[in-house]
């Protein structure tokens, strides 16, 4: 099991270049996957990153790539979301989630840790 907490979160203007942080504790950092996903009001929590163990293999939901990069630092047990170009679509909660395997299913059901998630809001 691994315990998450977001963090970076907040107010920014459209087009800034904010970073999500999330810290972990739990031995099962090192060899998990870990996601971060966003919630915007009424609606369905939607994909963003996913990055493997290693960092070597990261993949992206269309409506942030190239935009946004996800990255981790075991040494810190820390998951990194770089975020560019904000819009004020992509205002939500974002959640930090850890899986054991980095495979292709995105749903939020293969991810079994979760934060409690930082609020972004972008205005224009």
């Known amino acids: 099991q691994v315990q998450l907490v977001e963090s970076g979160g907040g107010l920014v203007q459209a087009g800034g270049s904010p970073r999500l942080s999330c810290t972990a504790s739990g031995r099962a950092f090192w060899t998990n996957a870990m996601g971060w996903f966003r919630q915007a009001p009424g609606k369905e929590r939607q994909f963003v990153a996913q990055?493997?163990?290693?960092?070597?293999?990261?993949y992206y939901a269309d409506s942030v790539k190239g935009r946004f990069t996800i990255s981790r630092d075991n040494n810190k047990i820390t998951v990194y979301l770089q975020m560019n170009s904000l819009k004020p679509e992509d205002t939500a909660v974002y959640y930090c989630?850890?899986?054991?395997?980095?495979?292709?299913?995105?749903?939020?059901?293969?991810?079994?840790?979760w934060g409690p998630g930082t609020q972004v809001t972008v205005s224009s």
């Open positions: 989630a850890s899986k054991r395997l980095a495979d292709s299913n995105m749903s939020p059901t293969a991810f079994g840790s």
């Open positions: 990055i493997n163990w290693s960092g070597a293999n990261t």
